[in-house]
């Protein structure tokens, strides 16, 4: 079975960074795009960034100057690096493979609190 297992949430304080990691049981290379999403409480699901097997990377505009994806095929591991990062973007981020249909993550919490 296809599994995607994010890691490297946590509590951050405002202006700092932070990466999380969403790790496939399978080769990455099997999806046509990789994504980001993300769920702060009473929120809907929104979209951060996405990216294609040859690395073409798509930001939503609110988080294009702070945020980065990337992708390690090799590790068939795909990177969300977060700058500057402000207490708004507490939430659940959630890793998403899509190849025809989705599959998406447990989640992994990031705190920007003080």
């Known amino acids: 079975q296809v599994q995607l297992v994010e890691s490297g949430g946590g509590l951050v304080q405002p202006g700092g960074s932070l990466r999380v990691s969403c790790a496939a049981s399978?080769?990455?290379?099997?999806?046509?795009?990789m994504g980001w999403y993300r769920q702060a409480p009473g929120k809907e699901r929104e979209l951060v960034a996405t990216?294609?097997?040859?690395?073409?990377?798509n930001y939503v505009d609110s988080m294009k100057d702070r945020f980065t994806i990337s992708r390690d095929n090799a590790k068939n591991t795909v990177y969300l690096q977060m700058n500057s990062l402000k207490p708004e973007d507490t939430a659940v981020y959630y890793c998403?493979?899509?190849?025809?249909?989705?599959?998406w993550g447990q989640g992994t919490q990031v705190t920007v609190s003080s």
């Open positions: 998403n493979a899509f190849r025809g249909w989705s599959i």
């Open positions: 399978v080769r990455l290379l099997n999806f046509h795009v």
């Open positions: 990216i294609t097997p040859d690395g073409y990377a």
